[in-house]
């Protein structure tokens, strides 16, 4: 069956570009999740979707940070002016509603440079 | 600040040993507490979870020991296997709130079993 999926696997872009990321979450979840994952460190949140809407957005690290989920189901994670401290992997989960379990994707490795 | 401490950092395990993952947590909200195994390149699965009404869940070769007063739990994984070795999150979470659950994950443990 489809998990949740990723794209691109991998993102090199140079310091002071725009990029976006890309989740498709499992069809029919309505909650989905970002999360940072650093070198060496654990996951940790940015941004949680309750259907089209950001619930919460308490983990953002600045305003160069936003994140969309138009129709509830794909959102885009949108990094601003990156910076080389952005390097991270960066994971999103779906689960079916708030209570149930988060499924991760397999993350976008990006690399600012 | 780091919500929920794990150790070590690092674990080297023979063949049929048993690994022991500790963790430590400081929010008393905290009402849910998972483990995820995470292998190169793919995200973090769910291994098994326990609610703190309870001091020890039990599936399989992994085990999970929880001690409420201490602010404690750990991941024992029996008869470790070389297919165990990936890096292993504990975290946490307010299960019973309104908005997200999001998780606050432990720094991981490498977990390496030798043949």
């Known amino acids: 069956g489809a998990g949740v999926s990723q794209t691109p696997s991998n993102k090199v872009t140079e310091k002071g570009k725009y990029v976006e990321l890309r989740c498709d979450p499992i069809s029919g979840h309505t909650a989905l999740y970002w999360y940072r994952q650093s070198l060496g460190q654990g996951p940790e949140f940015l941004i949680y979707?309750?259907?089209?809407?950001?619930?919460?957005d308490s983990g953002l690290p600045n305003d160069r940070f936003f994140a969309v989920r138009p129709e509830g189901s794909v959102s885009t994670l949108k990094i601003q002016r990156t910076e080389r401290g952005d390097s991270a992997v960066y994971l999103c989960?779906?689960?079916?509603?708030?209570?149930?379990?988060?499924?991760f994707g397999p993350g976008t490795r990006l690399t600012v440079l | 600040q780091q919500q929920v401490k794990q150790s070590p950092q690092s674990l080297i395990v023979q063949k049929g040993g048993i690994s022991i993952i500790n963790c430590a947590y400081e929010?008393?909200?905290?009402?849910?507490f998972p483990w995820y195994q995470q292998f190169p390149g793919k995200g973090p699965a769910l291994l098994i979870a326990i609610r703190p009404d309870v001091s020890e869940k039990k599936e399989g070769r992994f085990t999970i020991s929880f001690n409420k007063s201490a602010k404690q739990f750990s991941l024992h994984i029996m008869d470790s296997q070389p297919g165990d070795s990936a890096t292993y999150f504990c975290?946490?979470?307010?299960?019973?709130?309104?908005?997200?659950?999001?998780?606050?994950f432990g720094t991981g443990t490498r977990l390496t079993v030798i043949p």
């Open positions: 975290a946490a979470t307010i299960y019973y709130q309104t908005g997200a659950n999001n998780l606050f």
């Open positions: 929010n008393t909200a905290f009402d849910y």
């Open positions: 979707f309750q259907g089209t809407g950001a619930a919460d």
């Open positions: 989960a779906s689960s079916l509603s708030r209570e149930d379990e988060q499924f």
